[in-house]
């Protein structure tokens, strides 16, 4: 099954939780509204400079030149932070600065480089402004009632400024998951451990960790469990209750992997929906529901656990809180060397970004799925369509950045 049709065969078994939390919008980086936002008011809701200089009636301004300036009356200054305390009549202008409030009369602002002082009480405008320029008007950024951030929307840092601009303190944002991490086999020991001959250090459990991280979740790590249907079996049920997602990193032989379906099938209904995409690395790759819950079976090897994270388990979680899925971050590169690939499967191969006389290469950092330095050498991953049958030397593909 292409990896396509298996996330939606997934979701299809999914509905977004419609679970909900009300914090302060300070400490909602990364969170994804639950509600629509509308603007309280206008912003700004006072026409404002956009440049230091004076406030004039532009009228008062047309014709003018460097050989025949426009000569007006300076009658004040306006306060930053207060409402203006002066008016600009005919002939007349109020020196102002960035952000000051514009006076009322006035109708647009001269940039201070465009004039030259005749005294304390007359300046010479040196060139004619229209009416508006240099002026931010009530409302120019955002309306009062208008959408703001819709629900849905994953929150970014000029959003939250956006947000304060606004008044806006406090937010209803979907909840962040737990979701549970299940590292198995016999060959695995913890990253503080010293392995025995013929063990290797647990890589998945801080790999997903992070990436559950990076996707603005809480990883919930439930140990390294031994290749026996008992412990993976209990360890399951006791991560299925605790977490609202749940991910099984197996082993990487046949009956390990079956083993792992056979658990994550005794969890609950429907059990099961996808076992094995068209896909490399991550052919082995399970997709489950139990009464309502995702869970995953992901390759025990690093390569292939990472490409199917991206794959499966991000756009999940994104689903399960409301998001879209996340935009990602891509780069156009020319490859360096060609990639085979068998027609009817998509193939993901991590590259390494290299600038050759100006331009972006990709060069492919080849290596088996259990290599886990194909990953840290790498800038990122091109891939290759189901049907494309690989991609040539020299051509032109977008790079999908770690």
Known sequence: MAPADALKRLHERLAP??????????????????EDLLAPHDLPDFPRSTMDGFAVRAADTFGASEALPAYLTVVGEVAMGTAAAVQVRSAEAARIATGGMLPPGADAVVMVELTQDVDERTVEVLRPVAPGENVIQVGEDIRRGSAVLPRGHTLRAQDLGGLASLGIVEITVAPRLSVGIISGGDEIVAPDATPSP?????????????????????????????????????????????????????????????????????????????????????????????????????????????????????????????????????????????????????????????????????????????????????DGMVKVELDDGGLPEGAIVPVVLF
């Open 198 to 378: 013929g063990q290797i250090r647990d890589i998945n459990t801080s790999t997903l960790a992070a990436l559950v991280e990076q996707a603005g979740h809480v990883p919930v790590p439930l140990g390294i469990v031994p290749d026996r249907y008992d412990a993976l079996a209990e360890a399951a049920r006791r991560g299925f209750t605790a977490t609202d997602v749940l991910i099984l990193s197996a082993g990487s032989s046949v009956s390990t992997r079956d083993m792992t379906a056979e658990v994550i099938a005794s969890l609950g209904t429907p059990g099961v929906l996808v076992h094995g995409v068209s896909l490399r690395p991550g052919k082995p790759t399970v997709l489950a529901v139990a009464d309502g819950k995702p869970i995953f079976g992901l390759p025990g090897n690093p390569v292939s656990c990472m490409v199917t994270f991206d794959l499966f388990v991000t756009p999940t979680l994104a689903y399960l809180t409301g998001a879209g899925r996340p935009a990602r971050r891509t780069t156009a590169a020319r490859l360096a060397h060609g990639i085979a690939s068998a027609a009817g499967r998509e193939d993901y191969v991590q590259v390494r970004l290299e600038e050759r006389d100006g331009e972006r290469w990709a060069v492919p950092v080849f290596g088996k799925s259990n290599l886990i330095y194909t990953l840290v050498h790498a």
């Open 17 to 34: 939780l419609d679970r909900a939390e009300r914090i302060s919008a300070s400490r909602a980086l990364g969170r994804v509204l639950a």
